[in-house]
């Protein structure tokens, strides 16, 4: 029998299991989807605080996973982490929080922040966070969870990284999409990502060079649930990418992504409650548009709890 079973497969459900798995807990994954085909397998990928609450909390958090991507950096061909330069152009560190300060290498220069920060290539990343998983002795299995009971019913303790789920899991109506469409085309050569809001629509026009390609995005459509890419969109997003940087209009297209963010209204939501039918189920979902950026810290957060209720245990 598993002392915990995390809900859910995407990157915070995989790392939140592997902080738990390598702090000795037996672990399972119960995850609908495979992680290729989760939400968190289409993003772009670059470490960025972008549309998440709390304020007070998130910058922790960050930094928290900063630290570990540099780190796992040092095996890119492994982990599919790389630290890579860019630019946020038009950004000042005097219009962020306060964890900006500490990005020891950021630079302001006459077109925004320049700055080295993670990259990462998410098929390789969620494949590594498997295989370090299961080394740890944690499985993962696809299984599609219609209620925290059933996993209450084979460990005493239950960790929702449902993201999007956890609207009808937990349940918690102030869940819901931030639709996010990205093109992908054939590198002419871009070695740094640039990323630059966009006043027009409210969204962010970037450019991520990636190993399979370049990335470029991207739109934030509030409460969209469509996961078709849209054409006039994606030509939207390359000549918006081309008019930064010109050489981008001619690249071919390699293909089209869609993904749904798990926003949450009131933010990120880590706390622990007592199940009705026995258990204890610990919250970590509401990552909106940071997953990746915030998931080591968050992961230790719930980690936190559920060690609590170990410790509280006869």
């Keep these: 029998m598993p002392d915990v079973i ?17 702090r ?34 998130v910058g922790d958090w960050a930094l928290e996973t900063l630290a570990v991507h540099r780190e796992l950096a040092a095996g890119p061909e492994e982990t599919g982490v790389r630290m890579v330069a860019g630019v946020h152009l038009g950004e000042r560190l ?16 006459a077109e925004g922040l320049r700055v080295t920060l993670p990259l990462l290539s998410m098929a390789d990343h969620l494949a590594w966070l498997e295989r370090r998983l ?39 109506d102030g869940v819901r999409p931030v639709r996010g469409q990205l093109v992908v085309v054939e590198n002419p050569g871009i070695t740094e990502w640039f ?51 010109p050489v981008i209009a001619g690249a071919r297209v390699l293909g089209h992504r869609v993904g749904l963010r798990p926003a949450r209204d009131a933010g990120v939501r880590i706390e622990a409650e007592d ?8 919250h970590n979902y509401g990552h909106g548009g940071a997953g990746v950026t915030v998931a080591w810290g968050c992961a230790r957060a719930a980690a936190r709890l559920v060690d609590r209720v170990a410790l509280r245990a006869p």
């Design 6 to 22: 995390v809900v859910g497969g995407g990157v915070s459900g995989l790392t939140t299991a592997l902080v738990l798995a390598e």
């Design 24 to 57: 000795g807990h037996r672990v399972r994954v119960w995850s609908r989807d495979a992680a290729g085909d989760t939400t968190s397998a289409v993003a772009g990928a670059l470490w960025w605080p972008y549309r998440i609450e709390p304020a007070r909390s």
């Design 94 to 109: 005097a219009a962020l929080g306060p964890w900006a300060a500490r990005l020891a290498d950021a630079v302001e220069v």
């Design 134 to 172: 299961r080394a740890a002795g944690a499985t993962v299995e696809r299984r599609a969870v219609h209620g925290f009971g059933e996993a209450a019913a084979e460990a005493p303790v239950v960790v929702d990284c449902a993201g999007l789920g956890a609207a009808a899991l937990a349940p918690d």
């Design 195 to 245: 990323a630059a809001p966009d006043p027009a629509t409210g969204w962010t026009t970037y450019a991520f060079p990636q190993p399979y390609g370049l990335v470029l995005g991207g739109t934030a459509q509030d409460d969209d649930w469509s996961l078709e890419p849209d054409p006039d969109i994606a030509a939207e997003i390359v000549a918006r990418c081309a008019r930064i940087r």
């Design 275 to 282: 199940l009705p039918g026995g258990g204890r189920l610990v």
